[in-house]
């Protein structure tokens, strides 16, 4: 089987579209063109796919990315048996061709909750393009194939549609957690806590205890995160493939999700909480419902209030003073990732189904 996987928003390093999806694919024995912004976001292709460059969509500049996607997917149509697409925009870039192959979307998010936190649609727009948003779904879903990355995301279609969540890979052993560095991975914003966790930063400094940020930054974020960084408060890493972030979270104290309460997060599962469990390091994350639910079933980590930076110091340095409670809540994290939550589980049956819409036999 031979698969277009196309993206004009993420980063072509993201975890689920490269490391998770496209890696199952490839370890299938599939063929795999990938086309995404590479040039972009500074990213060489991985060598066991064919990449395709495209331009970024960012911001208000939305309209070339799609088109440019648009001349890829017609170009390919006849070279491919399955076509996978990660962004609501290039619905636009698939629909009205003829003679197409099968078009899956990708549901990564709740597509019209997320417009509450792009800065740059203004506000009065905000009700319409909603609307706008919910029609967009509703066509895809009688004209394409869905796949849903939550449970959650499903109440918002007519029809089930398979689910296939954002797990992740579980190491066979993982390091104690330490007590003198937490964490945070992940995509930075002002909703994902970037004020909490500079201050956190200050309040851990006496302490002696370093706070590390692993992520891309969007544009109101980053002069934040650059005066932190020059006045030593903490050690920011931008973007990193998501193979090597990872380990960066090896023997940490503890990692962050800070996330604010927004209606894009009140029904997400924060993948960066089952990646911290992956890694045998507690928790320190906000109570939004999917990672409460996911805290409290596994005893794996600590819950504190929205946007309170001294909760979240507390919770810090209550497990480094508590070495059995700090690895006990680590082990349990990682047990239970390892097996609930780890992505070969679900390569398979993400796989298998690709080659059902596909038509391919095994």
């Known amino acids: 089987m031979h698969v277009l996987v196309m993206t004009v928003v993420h980063n072509p390093e993201d975890a689920r579209i490269l490391h998770r999806q496209i890696r199952a694919l490839v370890d299938a024995g599939h063929e795999v063109t990938y086309a995404a912004a590479f040039t972009a976001f500074g990213v060489v292709p991985r060598p066991w796919v064919t990449g395709v ?9 939305r309209i070339s990315a799609t088109w440019a996607a648009r001349r890829v997917f017609k170009r390919m149509r006849d070279k491919v048996d399955l076509v996978l697409v990660h962004d609501p925009e290039l619905l636009f870039a698939v629909w009205g061709v003829r003679n197409r192959p099968p078009v899956v979307w990708d549901v990564h998010e709740d597509t019209p909750a997320t417009l509450s936190l792009k800065p ?9 393009v909603r609307f706008l948003a919910r029609l967009l779904e509703g066509t895809a879903e009688r004209h394409l194939h869905l796949m849903l990355a939550e449970t959650a995301y499903a109440g918002r279609f007519k029809h089930a549609h398979p689910i296939v969540p954002n797990e992740t890979w579980v190491p066979d052993s993982v390091t104690p957690p330490g007590d003198d560095r937490v964490v945070y991975l992940g995509w930075l914003s002002k909703a994902r806590g970037v004020i909490e966790a500079v201050e956190v930063a200050k309040l851990l400094q006496p302490y ?10 969007d544009p109101q974020s980053r002069p934040v995160l650059n005066q932190a960084v020059t006045d030593g408060l903490l050690e ?9 972030a990872l380990k960066r979270l090896d023997g940490a104290l503890a990692g962050l999700s800070l996330l604010h309460d927004e209606p894009n997060y ?5 993948t960066k909480i089952v990646e911290y469990m992956a890694h045998g390091i507690p928790v320190i994350t906000t109570p939004s419902p999917r990672a409460v639910e996911l805290i409290e079933r ?3 980590g ?20 508590d070495v059995r409670e700090r690895r006990a809540q680590g082990a349990r994290g990682y047990a ?15 796989v298998a189904q690709l080659e059902s819409w596909a038509g391919v036999k095994r």
């Open 53 to 61: 460059d495209l331009p970024r969509a960012a911001q208000r500049n």
């Open 120 to 128: 740059w649609l203004p506000s009065p727009l905000r009700p319409p």
């Open 208 to 217: 002696r205890v370093a706070v590390e940020l692993i992520g891309y930054a």
């Open 236 to 244: 920011w890493r931008d973007f990193m493939p998501n193979d090597e």
């Open 266 to 270: 009140r029904h997400s599962m924060p």
């Open 298 to 300: 596994y005893d794996s």
């Open 302 to 321: 600590v819950v504190v209030p929205w946007q309170d930076p001294k909760a979240v110091a507390q919770a810090v340095l209550t497990l480094r003073d």
């Open 336 to 350: 239970a990732a390892r097996a609930n939550h780890h992505w070969p589980n679900s390569a398979k049956r993400f």
